[in-house]
């Protein structure tokens, strides 16, 4: 009988980060009562594993087209460990929806590979007005429970952890 050895494992935690990590938050003013509600949960999630106040920096942008621009610029700064990037984009009459919902996605993506740093899609692509409430929904008593703003926060989470696991490439670490 053969025994397969085990491979290595690597699994990031949401729980609590060492200090001195900070985190960035770029938010689409673009349908803020919806934004909002995301970022109000993103925060929390970031106070409940441990981060201040102080180590969280927030910039406002007009439009979630405008997230992967600021996000890339963050990035660049070497001075977070990730960056989340928040809108809410809501299908209107036109495909119009479709072409910021497809640049948004490619920009943050491509800021993210760029810079080697988690840059997470927290940006609703809703059919309704109705859909996206429902996804900026809970509060703190219920830990903001399906809320895409606290689990973008923690897909952060998981990924900074993560990402202190895994080995640099030689170039990185030279």
């Known amino acids: 009988m ?3 050895p085990s491979p290595r494992m690597f699994r990031g935690s ?3 980060l060492p200090a001195g990590v900070r985190m960035a938050i770029v938010v689409s003013r673009w349908n803020e009562p919806i934004t909002a509600r995301l970022l109000e949960a993103a925060l929390a999630t970031f106070t409940a594993a441990g981060l201040a106040a102080d ?3 927030v910039a406002w942008v007009p439009g979630s087209f405008e997230l992967s621009l ?3 610029r963050l990035a ?3 001075r977070y460990a990730a960056v989340l990037c928040l809108g809410a984009i809501i299908k209107g009459e036109t495909s119009h929806d479709r072409h910021i919902a497809t640049a948004a996605a ?3 993506e491509a800021a993210g590979r760029a810079h080697g740093i988690p ?3 927290g940006v609703l692509t809703c059919e309704t007005l109705a859909q996206a409430m429902v996804r900026a929904g809970g509060d703190a008593a219920d830990r903001y429970a399906g809320n895409k ?4 926060a923690n897909a952060a989470l998981d990924m900074v952890s993560l990402l202190a696991q895994l080995p640099l490439s030689p170039e990185a670490s030279a």
């Not at 703003?149 to 973008?152: F, Q, S």
């Open 2 to 4: 053969s025994t397969i």
């Open 14 to 16: 949401s729980g609590r």
């Open 55 to 57: 180590a969280v920096d």
């Open 70 to 72: 600021a996000a890339d």
């Open 76 to 78: 660049s700064s070497r």
């Open 106 to 108: 490619c920009g943050i």
């Open 119 to 121: 840059i997470l899609f």
């Open 149 to 152: 703003g606290a689990e973008c």
